[in-house]
């Protein structure tokens, strides 16, 4: 689920210029001969076109992002136990191959801190270190794509894509995407895991939107629930807030792991 993070599109602000820049008109004139600034409104792109500058966008972010900072916020709870926990951190990454987890806080039952919070982290870690983020792109050799039509998104208008994996893989999905009509930034992905990543997990049912900040798009917030042969019903919600993308430092893969192991004590 969260591999997404890794794998986000950015739109490229060139590309979308050219294609805009000769759609303003000239300001209309009062008469006193004085311009009068009206708002512009920009044309949107067409469906084939959006997801080809989606497309184009998360190659180019794959290799122009060398790493950022947030502040992430998980929580996690059981259902049918009502057992609860929250994680406050600060995640780092470093392309292409360091994620790092300090803990700021934590609060809550116990278990859930460690199967359900450290386990999911854990894995992103995994998944970063193996540097295997291209395995769940949202990409045209990992996915097929339908459209499905104009949706609002909070307000945005948005072209809707059904989505089906083309390997049977852990990470990738079955489900939609919305893509930004005006420029073709990812703007929200949802759906359920195509292939469960534990014989425990039955599956996953996710949400997952995304925001542009410094010219690059990542996610800020996933809501999932997974459905357990053990505990039942896991809903994590997670945050991800004061975004800055910077250029990679030394972290080590040594490093990374410690990080998590502090969690865990």
Same mark, same amino acid.
């Given at each position: ?12 602000? @060139?590309?979308?210029? @050219? ?32 997801? @080809?500058?989606?497309?184009?966008? =998360? ?5 122009? =992002?060398?790493?950022? /900072? !947030?502040?992430?916020?998980?929580? !996690? ?7 609860? !926990? ?6 780092? +990454?470093?392309?292409?191959?360091? =994620? ?46 339908? +459209? ?79 459905? /357990? ?37």
């Amino acid at each position: 689920m969260m591999a997404l993070v890794v794998s986000a599109a950015t739109t490229s602000r @060139a590309q979308i210029s @050219a294609i805009d820049e000769n759609s303003f008109a000239s300001s209309p004139i009062d008469s006193s001969g004085e311009a009068i600034s009206l708002p512009v409104l920009l044309p949107h792109l067409s469906p084939d076109l959006a997801l @080809a500058t989606c497309q184009r966008a =998360l190659q180019e972010q794959s290799s122009e =992002l060398a790493g950022y /900072t !947030a502040t992430t916020v998980i929580e !996690a709870e059981l259902t049918d136990s009502a057992q609860k !926990a929250e994680f406050e951190l600060k995640q780092h +990454y470093a392309a292409p191959g360091i =994620l790092q987890f300090t803990p700021i806080h934590s609060s809550g039952d116990g278990f859930v801190k460690s199967n359900v919070i450290v386990r999911l982290l854990q894995s992103e870690v995994e998944h970063v270190q193996k540097r295997e983020q291209w395995k769940t792109a949202i990409n045209f050799e990992n996915y097929k794509f339908s +459209y499905r039509g104009k949706a609002q998104l909070n307000g945005t208008a948005a072209h809707v894509y059904e989505v089906k994996p083309r390997h049977k893989r852990v990470g990738l999905f079955k489900g939609r995407i919305y893509v930004d009509a005006g420029d073709g930034s990812l703007l929200r992905a949802q759906g359920r895991i195509a292939k469960s990543p534990s014989f425990f997990i039955k599956r996953i049912d996710f949400v997952q939107d995304y925001a542009t900040i410094g010219g690059f798009t990542v996610p800020v917030h996933l809501h999932s629930e997974a459905q /357990t042969r053990i505990v039942g019903k896991a809903v994590v919600d997670v945050l991800l807030k004061d975004y800055r993308p910077e250029i990679a430092s030394a972290y080590s893969d040594e490093a990374s792991a410690r990080s998590i192991s502090d969690i865990t004590k």
